[in-house]
């Protein structure tokens, strides 16, 4: 199994904790969190809340997900890869949510995260 395969296959339901986790370790809240992931995929609170407890696969996760318009604006390096450099649509759009998830923990400006 490659690396896109198993990103597709993993659950959404398993990486939000961490996703949680690791943005509260750096002061920030459950509610930033939803607000990044829902100006990336239109899916609010309600929503992401019912694909964890459905226990999702990312695949799934994003198969529905209208993605913002200015997700393009999203770059930089995510595992050590440019984000805007990968080929496969699917694990773009998650490195785009770690990308999001990092900017959070990091401290950055929700204005600033929110492009556009």
């Known amino acids: 199994m490659n690396t896109d395969e198993r990103i597709a296959k993993m659950s959404f339901a398993k990486i939000y904790p961490l996703y949680l986790e690791k943005v509260e370790k750096k002061g920030r809240t459950k509610e930033e969190l939803d607000q990044v992931i829902e100006w990336l995929t239109g899916y609010d609170s309600a929503k992401i809340q019912d694909f964890i407890s459905k226990d999702v696969t990312f695949e799934e996760f994003f ?54």
Not at 75 to 90: A, R, W
Not at 99 to 114: H, M, Q, S, T, W
């Open 63 to 116: 198969a529905g997900a209208n993605l913002n318009a200015n997700a393009n604006l999203i770059t930089g390096k995510v595992c050590g890869v440019q984000v805007e450099s990968i080929e496969n649509t699917l694990t773009r759009k998650v490195r785009y949510l770690d990308k999001l998830v990092d900017e959070l923990a990091k401290g950055r400006k929700l204005e600033k995260i929110l492009r556009g």
